[in-house]
């Protein structure tokens, strides 16, 4: 199974990859690390599964910083260039945010990713919450990953 | 009266036991005649019968206005609008001169006559004590006269009134509902926080008293009236009529109930506003057919047949009696605006500036919209039954709203008078049609209500025969607005588009556009419901491309929902793409209809379409524009990077700067802000990234003689050193070819010995001097170009950043320690006392420890130069051992013979040392530095954690943010060490530099964003490789002024000017202080330092850490600029100090 991960922070790719380095059954893992260089991996790489960010910068500079302007959304905008191009990958939704943006228009990572299922549920598997100090979402990360690989 | 009642009347007269089960009997179960028995034997202003019967009707203070009574509850809404009316009955005499003297008052406050106006109140005062409607009055007549400073008297006075909590609260929302220049949405989001915690039917209540509406459907009469016994006899009038208005827009289910009882007092009150409510709610004939009705109804025929004079006259002279009739100003000023008589509108009277703004609507000019909000405060802001209503509707109809249905329906509830359009909007066709069929049973003679009527009649020939005198173009449009309405779409699109075909050859009408935008927005309906995609999308393009603005007119959020539900026919037109850019609140959506419709013309960008002829060169221009902004292509995958981006958006600006007249001023104006964004970003970027240069040649300028003395010592003791070894030498082979004793030959060979050694140290010598100036040099040293662009005010501000952003800094012993508490205490929603805040602000502090113990190590410890001498632990390591030298020596230098080749040599060296302390530097950032912020980040998010407290969420996201932030600010600082040599910049003007330097110390100082002013008036551009040194000069000074300025950071002003006068220019930065003594105290400062500076610039101080920068401003003007006579001055004038620089344009600018 070919995975991509779609994230900006160096540290989370790091522990994703880890967690993918003990599922036998992923062949390959491909980092893109924004809105841009994820939509052109989905495209050209044609991944299975994709480990999704909510919130990314739009592209990166020559020197390999984000550059371009920050989409709070930028996963759920991710997602719909997906249906828009018709790629089928399935996608697990990685945050590690209880909510996004302030009130009044903040949103709860719950009815974030509630939501995503609901829009995308052609593609969605689910959401993580992912976290530095501690390893709960180890294992629910390799059980969607799991899950994924069944539903491929 | 019947016994009951009697015995009732009885008990509550001897106050005994028994009186509150007689208040509740005649309360509740009293019919009206023996409730109005009762009330006429007990004593209206006893205590006793305020508190249990009737409230206090009439309140001598203000305290008493709103006062509590212990009456029985009457839970029945029917039985609490009876008890009401009895009570309106029995004071019927009172509310009729109420009514006469709220007549007299509105017109005069209207026409701006204050001093009648007070004089009204003081009347109104005297024959009723105080109430809401004074109250509220004062205000509007305060504000009107002597604005805020009068509304704040006010509420002073009922402050040492002691008017209560309740009056309190509520005046201190009439004065804000008074405002001017207030918006609504503001008003009732400040009600909606005031009132959350507040009991239910006290919430109720003021909302009705102060927006004259309820937020929420759900409400019960007896609920609101019950509340109502709280406040006098006036109020309670008042509000039950808005009560009756809110039921009947709402179809509430007591509408009925409420009618019922507006019939009962309008026998009585003598309210024409009472009697127009009666007659719309009820279902029988009209009563309020006399006076003003017939007249307007003459008016409304006179301009549906185009007889405007007429029309004018007839509405003017009712407008000026009863200038809260809507009806009335609408017809006059349509008339006026027909006539060209739109200097009979001015003045600057309410009434004046209500026709001013009701003629902007309607020519839907460029202060339309501002008109529109105008209009919608005024209703607010003048609390008239009759005005305030079909304001919010008038509102409604010119915006897209979702509400804007049923504030039409309360509108029309609230017109004062008939006429034939009241209830054409908002309404069913039923209601409508029966509202027209009962005006012409009421007004048979008016030819305005017989032709709405006919028009609309399934099959009428339209133009319609028997309306010879009304226009065609007319008869098309209202045919045509009423089939849509009706939903006769093939009717309605026959219509619609006979009248814009009409409309095309005479738009000098002054009511063109307005009339146009209406029919365009019913037939945008019509095609909607019939399916057609295509027609529909264009004619909400063809409505924007004649007045941008009246996109706000359509629910154009809906109508591109259907366009994506016929995606594949509607995206094969230019008009999806521009719909989609009108409609989508998201930037995405808008990219990928704009892309989906690129793609059926096969272009992966939108200056593809340039050569695709057959599209409407406007509507190109329009989608160029409007729709195609950087934020639409940045998701393009052909664009996928900022300058791709940057490159078609100029593209498209240019096309449209050639092809549309019409709009080449605006996409220059944009092309000029996006190459001066373009320019500040490349320099920002410059900046950034030449933090660490060694300028080569100036170096070798300024300190050449120190340099070439350095050499000409290691020349004359290798000279030396070379003719003492040959001496050596002979004397050596003497002794060896005689028989001397070996220990003399022994002694010579070391002496010789000796002599190697002393070149290696006058090597030693020479290499170690250059070396301490390449580092030490003033300007041009390494050590110099560390403090000034990395240590000075830098590093520190840009480690912090992050967490400053985030309020996660916050010390125990600094006065910001309140403001951020505060900040936290808010969105973490702690009320005092909570031992769980304390543990936050402990984990805050802790954090901030760690985090300004890192950053200090880094400036003082990390970006240092480390030498011999020195013996720091910089990561700038200049440390050479003997080996080293000698491979330098032996290799390279023992045979030099002049400066420029011995210097270039060392120079190499040192150039590759610096490399490599580059890259170590950057190594310990990517990974050290970002380890031990993340460490300290992990360690506060688990204490947070350990808490278990579900409200801490926000810091915790916050602090996960953070930690996801560092990673970039450690990226970004590792980039600071790339190595740059220092290539020349192209000339430049001043107004760069300025941005320049404010983006950099707005970049380190985020609270202090959008709080720089520049002005720049010189002709000069900047040689560029003076850039670098003019943006930190600037940059020196902003940072003093943020860091000293003492003022509270909302109040922080600062400014930059750059002026230049023959062959002088001057550099300044200006900022206010926290007071005059304060400004003449630093001021005074910086002279003091800039004495000691100027008297002799000690180059120890150029590098050293914190001070003021100037020694740095010094040096660069001294060495780089080579001017001596540069001259830094400092000035303040009351609280404003300003530091400035004049040195000669000459040799740095052009």
């Keep these: 199974m070919n995975v991509l991960i779609i994230d900006d922070t160096d540290y989370k790719i790091s522990g994703l990859k880890a967690v993918l380095a003990n599922c036998d059954f992923v062949t390959e893992v491909r980092v ?100 530095n100090i501690d390893s709960i979402w180890v294992s629910r990360l390799r059980d969607m990953v799991i899950a994924a690989r069944r539903n491929l | 009266m019947d016994q009951q009642a009697f015995l009732a009347v009885a008990a509550i007269r001897s106050r005994g036991k028994a009186a509150h089960r007689g208040a509740k009997y005649l309360r509740s179960s009293a019919d009206s005649t023996d409730q109005l028995e009762a009330l006429r034997q007990l004593p209206i202003d006893d205590l006793f019968v305020e508190e249990l019967l009737t409230g206090r009707l009439f309140a001598r203070t203000w305290r008493d206005v709103f006062f509590q009574v212990k009456a029985p509850p009457i839970v029945n809404s029917q039985r609490s609008i009876d008890w009401l009316m009895s009570v309106f009955e029995q004071h019927s005499d009172a509310i009729r001169t109420h009514v006469a003297l709220r007549k007299k008052f509105d017109c005069a406050a209207l026409h701006g006559q204050w001093d009648a106006a007070t004089d009204l109140l003081s009347r109104h005062q005297a024959a009723f004590g105080q109430s809401l409607w004074l109250a509220a009055w004062h205000y509007l007549v305060a504000e009107e006269t002597n ?329 098309h449009l209202f045919a045509g607005l009423l089939a849509a309405r009706r939903h006769n779409d093939d009717i309605a699109s026959r219509n619609l588009n006979a009248f814009l075909d009409l409309q095309k050859d005479s738009m000098n009408d002054p009511l063109a556009l307005f009339t146009t935008e209406e029919a365009r927005k019913a037939l945008a309906d019509v095609y909607r419901r ?70 059926t013309l096969a272009v992966d960008r939108p200056s593809g379409l340039a050569t695709k002829d057959h599209i409407d060169r406007h509507l190109l221009a329009i989608l160029f524009l409007r729709v195609c902004t950087w934020d639409v292509l940045d998701s393009f995958p052909a664009l996928d990077t900022t300058s791709k981006v940057e490159s078609e958006r100029l593209a498209l600006l240019r096309w449209v700067s050639q092809y549309d007249p019409t709009l080449n001023r605006v996409a220059e104006t944009e092309m000029l802000r996006l190459t001066q964004e373009g320019q500040l970003r490349d320099a920002l970027e410059r900046i950034e990234g030449t933090r660490v240069t060694v300028d080569l040649p100036g170096l070798k300028e300024a300190e050449y003689a120190r340099f070439a003395d350095a050499y000409f010592r290691f020349a004359a003791e290798r000279e030396l050193g070379s003719q003492i070894r040959s001496e050596a030498l002979g004397t050596l082979s003497g002794f060896q070819s005689a028989t001397g004793p070996p220990r003399i030959a022994r002694r010579q060979a070391e002496h010789i010995l000796q002599g190697q050694a002393s070149e290696i140290g006058t090597f030693a010598s020479a290499f170690t001097d250059i070396r301490d100036i390449f580092l030490s040099s003033p300007h041009f040293g390494v050590d110099a170009c560390l403090s000034s662009r990395v240590r000075h005010g830098i590093v520190i501000q840009h480690l912090r950043r992050p967490f400053v952003e985030r309020r996660l800094m916050v010390r125990s012993d600094v006065p910001e320690r309140a403001e951020i508490e505060s900040y936290w205490r808010r969105r973490l929603a702690v009320s005092d006392g909570k031992s769980n805040f304390k543990r936050v602000l402990a984990i805050l502090f802790r954090l901030t420890r760690h985090v300004e113990a890192i950053a200090e190590e880094v400036k003082n410890i990390w970006i240092q130069i480390a030498t011999e001498s020195r013996r720091s632990s910089g990561l700038f390591d200049y440390t050479f051992n003997e080996r080293q030298l000698r491979d330098l020596l032996d290799n390279r230098l023992r045979d030099v013979v002049d400066v420029d080749t011995f210097l270039d040599a060392i120079f190499d060296e040192l150039l590759a040392r610096t490399r490599q302390s580059l890259k170590t530097v950057q190594k310990q950032v990517r990974e050290e530095l970002l380890r031990r912020l993340a460490d300290v980040l992990d360690d506060a998010l688990k204490s947070v954690e350990s808490l278990s407290e579900p409200s801490l969420l926000p810091l915790r996201n916050d602090l996960v943010s953070c930690r996801t932030e560092i990673e970039r600010t450690c990226q970004e600082m590792a980039r600071w060490f790339d190595y740059s040599d220092p290539t020349l910049m192209g000339d430049m003007d001043f107004h760069l530099v300025a941005r320049t330097a404010v983006g950099m110390a707005e970049r380190l100082n985020p609270d202090f964003r959008g709080r720089h002013r520049i002005e720049c008036h010189t002709p000069y551009r900047l040689k560029g490789r003076y850039f670098t040194a003019l943006v930190h000069i600037l940059f020196f000074l902003l940072e003093n002024a943020i860091r000293y300025s003492s003022v509270p950071l909302t109040s922080y002003q600062g400014a930059v000017r750059i002026t230049s006068e023959g062959n002088r220019l001057c550099l300044g930065v200006e900022n206010r202080m926290l007071s005059d003594d304060a400004a003449i105290q630093a001021v005074e400062k910086i002279r003091i330092q800039l004495q000691e500076l100027r008297s002799a610039l000690d180059p120890v101080k150029v590098v050293r850490e914190g001070g003021t920068g100037f020694a740095k401003i010094i040096a660069t003007t001294r060495y780089e600029f080579k001017q001596n006579d540069a001259v830094i001055e400092a000035n303040s004038e009351l609280t404003l100090v300003s530091v400035s620089l004049r040195c000669q344009v000459a040799g740095i600018a052009a």
Aim: glycine share 6%.
């Design chain 2, 530 to 599: 019939k399916d057609d995609v295509v027609k529909m999308q264009r004619v909400v393009v063809e409505a924007y491309q004649l007045r941008p603005a009246s996109i706000r007119y359509f629910p154009v959020g809906r109508l591109f929902r259907f366009c994506e539900d016929y995606a594949n026919e509607a995206s094969n037109h230019i008009e999806y793409a521009i719909l989609a850019g009108l409609a989508c609140s998201s930037s995405h959506e808008t990219s990928m209809a704009v892309r989906r419709f690129l793609n």
């Design chain 2, 147 to 475: 604005g805020i400073t009068a509304r704040r008297e006010l509420t002073q006075q009922l402050r040492l009134a002691e008017c209560g909590p309740h009056l309190f609260f509520l005046a201190g929302f009439f004065s804000i509902s008074a405002d001017k220049s207030l918006p609504e949405s503001q008003l009732r989001d400040a009600l909606a926080n005031a009132m959350r915690a507040a009991d239910p039917s006290l919430r109720q209540l003021f909302e009705l008293l102060i927006l004259e509406d309820f937020p929420s459907p759900h409400w019960l009469a007896s609920e609101v009236l019950r509340s109502a016994e709280f406040i006098p006899l006036i109020d309670r009038y008042e509000l039950f009529l808005r009560l009756a208005t809110i039921a009947a827009g709402t179809a509430h289910a007591e509408a009925g109930r409420l009618a019922a009882g507006l019939q009962r007092i309008k026998m009585f009150c003598r309210d024409s506003r009472v009697d127009y409510l009666s007659d719309t709610m009820g279902r029988s004939i009209f009563y309020h057919v006399g006076g003003n009705t017939q007249k307007l109804l003459a008016a409304w025929d006179a301009h549906l047949t185009g007889d405007y004079a007429r029309g004018y006259e007839i509405s003017r002279n009712v407008a000026m009696e009863e200038p809260d009739l809507i009806v009335a100003n609408e017809t006059m000023v349509r008339c006026a605006m027909q006539l060209h008589l739109e200097d009979s509108l001015d003045g600057a009277t309410p009434i004046s500036l209500l026709w001013q703004h009701l003629r902007n609507v309607l020519a839907k000019n460029q202060n339309a919209e501002d008109s529109i909000n105008y209009l919608r405060r005024l209703g607010r802001r003048f609390r008239i039954f009759s005005l305030t209503g079909p304001l919010r509707g008038l509102h409604a109809r010119h915006v897209a709203s979702d509400s804007g249905d049923e504030l039409l329906r309360r509108g029309s509830f609230m017109m004062g008078v008939h006429s034939p359009r009241n209830f054409e909007r908002g309404h069913t066709e039923e209601v409508s049609n029966s509202y027209l069929a009962r005006c012409i049973e009421a007004f048979p003679q008016s030819l305005a209500m017989k032709f709405l009527r006919d028009i609309q009649l399934p099959n009428s020939p339209v133009p319609l025969a028997e309306f010879p005198s009304v226009p065609p173009i007319r008869q």
């Design chain 1, 32 to 131: 893109a690390k924004s809105f841009q260089s994820g939509t052109r991996a989905l495209r050209q790489f044609k991944p299975d599964l994709v480990l999704l960010d909510m919130t990314l910068p739009t592209t990166e500079s020559a020197r390999g910083g984000a550059d371009g302007r920050w989409r709070l959304f930028g996963g759920k905008e991710v997602l719909a260039e997906m249906r828009f191009s018709n790629i089928a990958a399935k996608v697990i939704l990685i945050t590690q945010f209880d909510h996004y943006g302030e009130h009044p228009h903040r949103v709860e990572s719950k009815t974030l990713i509630a939501e995503m299922k609901r829009d995308f549920a052609e593609i969605v598997v689910g959401g993580v919450y992912y976290s």
